[in-house]
């Protein structure tokens, strides 16, 4: 369950904007307010098999854009990449602060730590 409410918190974060005003709303209560279905109904005058109709249909919006756009996904990939990244950069500060002490590769590996961190922030 906790691997499904991640994924949707997820979807929501990307693509939520996609949603209605109700939907969000419904969405936000239900996951980030961890109320439960008949407290949102009751909260809403409405029943809660109406809550979860919204919910529902706002849970496969956000799950089609994702299939369509596979835009979480790319984000995964890339924080992969990015780790990768870091790991190898690491791996050549080290290997010349042990071996080389040279001033221009350790200028380089200042400036891909630099690139590397505006690429994470975007």
Same mark, same amino acid.
């Given at each position: 369950? $906790? !691997?499904q409410a991640y994924r949707m918190a997820?979807?929501?974060? #990307?693509y939520g904007d996609m949603l209605t005003d109700r939907q969000k709303e419904f969405y936000d209560l239900y996951? !980030?307010? &961890? @109320? /439960?279905?008949?407290? =949102?109904? +009751? !909260?809403y005058g409405i029943t809660r098999q109406g809550?979860?109709?919204v919910i529902v249909r706002a849970e496969a919006i956000l799950t089609? @854009? +994702? &299939?369509?756009? %596979? =835009?979480?996904?790319? #984000?995964?990939?890339?924080?992969?990449? #990015?780790?990768?990244i870091?790991?190898?950069? !690491? %791996?050549i500060c080290e290997l010349n602060e042990t071996r080389y002490q040279d001033?221009? @590769? +350790?200028g380089l590996c200042t400036q891909i730590q630099g690139?590397? /961190?505006?690429? $994470?922030?975007?």
């Open positions: 369950m $906790k !691997n997820l979807l929501y974060d #990307f996951y !980030n307010e &961890d @109320l /439960s279905l008949a407290e =949102i109904a +009751e !909260n809550v979860r109709d089609e @854009l +994702e &299939d369509k756009t %596979g =835009i979480v996904k790319r #984000f995964h990939q890339m924080q992969d990449q #990015f780790l990768a870091q790991t190898a950069l !690491n %791996g001033d221009t @590769l +350790e690139v590397l /961190s505006q690429l $994470k922030q975007e």
